[in-house]
């Protein structure tokens, strides 16, 4: 079992507050209480933070307070008070510490964890917390050590690298941080048991051959079978291998140049 050393990286201090809430877990369960999604369930409780991925401050500069674990995602996050006073929670990058100073502006200091526009970025660098569209708040590049890479700028477009090695058009008017996302070791974790897993809220997974066949199209026989159909499948039979998921129209499609690799 192996863990982060959050000692020496997040600061000794309680969440903020007047910036959490409680949310309602339903352990995968649909409005009639049907299970919809399986291995979801029980886990340690934990309040949700209110992150502020817009950013809409623009030209106030902020202080950072504290870097903070957040249950609720892979990256730290950073609680930073402006000038006026205010107090927010935004996505912590790599390196920024307590005491730092970070600013929006639209010609901001190529700085860790400050934001401006993405055209305004110079080819190379390392954005998080991306917008898709101008306006929008930050969708791309938000967990854990991600980050989208600048490639070019070219008639209000600018295109990216993201972490997974997709290459993807985003408007060059929409506002990103510098950076890459704090807690890049987060992938090297080894939950290292399986009581682990149910603090973090994942129940058991049974395997389909160690069912009946009534339950699983790849139950029964005596003792280690064979999957014994042609193409592997879901508990429900829904065939699985190669089958594509994405919506064949979603509005982004046309914004992708490249898809990532595949994993062999």
């Known amino acids: 079992m192996t863990v ?13 507050k007047a910036l959490t809430v409680r949310l309602k877990t339903n352990a995968g369960r ?14 340690n409780k934990k309040v949700y933070r209110l992150v502020d991925f817009l950013q809409n401050k623009i030209n106030i500069p902020a202080r950072v307070e504290s870097v903070e674990y957040d249950p609720y995602r892979s990256g730290f ?11 927010r929670y935004i996505l912590a990058p790599k390196d920024l510490k307590t005491g730092d100073e970070v600013i929006v502006a639209e010609n901001a200091p190529l700085k860790t964890g400050n934001r401006l526009k993405i055209k305004n970025v110079p080819i190379g660098y390392f954005i998080h917390n991306v917008e898709i569209r101008a306006g929008g708040g930050g969708r791309l590049a938000r967990s854990a050590g991600s980050y989208a890479e600048v490639l070019a700028h070219d008639g209000g477009w600018t295109d990216l690298r993201l972490s997974s090695k997709e290459i993807r058009k985003v408007s060059s008017e929409g506002w990103a941080s510098v950076g890459q ?42 003792g280690a079978q064979p999957r014994g ?4 499948k879901t508990i429900w ?3 699985t291998g190669g089958h594509k998921t994405r919506r064949r129209k979603k509005w982004s499609s046309h914004l992708i140049i490249q898809r990532r690799p595949k994993i062999r």
């Not at 982060?4 to 903020?16: E, F, G, I, M, Q």
């Not at 159909?229 to 592997?232: H, I, L, Q, S």
Request: no cysteine; proline share 7%.
């Open 4 to 16: 982060v050393d959050y000692r020496s990286l997040l600061s000794a201090s309680k969440p903020k």
């Open 30 to 43: 649909n409005n009639r209480g049907v299970i919809t999604m399986r291995h979801q369930g029980s886990g």
């Open 77 to 87: 996050i950073s609680l930073v008070i402006y000038k006026d006073g205010e107090r």
């Open 181 to 222: 996302v704090s807690n890049p070791d987060y992938n090297l974790v080894n939950i290292g048991k399986a009581g682990r897993s149910r603090w973090l809220g994942i129940r058991p997974t049974v395997r389909g051959s160690a069912m009946n066949p009534v339950d699983h199209p790849y139950g029964g026989g005596e």
């Open 229 to 232: 159909t042609k193409r592997p």
């Open 237 to 239: 039979g829904k065939v």
